[in-house]
């Protein structure tokens, strides 16, 4: 069983940052890609940010040139730094996992006020 544990979530203004960690347990090179999904209130879960077991990377358009997600191997995390943030990107963010299963974890709240 794959455990995914999101940390990093919390209040900022308009135009500051944040960081956003996913810690898995186990090995993360097990996983063909990982990413990040937001689901803000009344509008379905999409898509931000996803890096493959290669490394290549893929963004939204709403965040590209903002947001930046990386892996770190030996702590087993994926990270979403998170820059120029807009009250538009207030939602709930989860870290997500693909093996041959979606995995998935619990959530973080991100709110942007402006």
């Known amino acids: 069983q794959v455990q995914l544990v999101e940390s990093g979530g919390g209040l900022v203004q308009a135009g500051g940052s944040l960081r956003l960690s996913c810690a898995a347990s186990?090995?993360?090179?097990?996983?063909?890609?990982m990413g990040w999904y937001r689901q803000a209130p009344g509008k379905q879960r999409e898509l931000v940010a996803r890096i493959f077991s290669g490394g290549s990377t893929d963004y939204a358009d709403s965040v590209r040139g903002r947001f930046t997600i990386s892996r770190d191997n030996a702590k087993n995390t994926v990270n979403l730094q998170m820059n120029s943030l807009k009250p538009e990107d207030t939602a709930v963010y989860y870290c997500?996992?693909?093996?041959?299963?979606?995995?998935w974890g619990q959530g973080t709240q991100v709110t942007v006020s402006s």
């Open positions: 997500y996992a693909d093996t041959v299963f979606r995995f």
């Open positions: 186990g090995n993360i090179f097990r996983f063909n890609a």
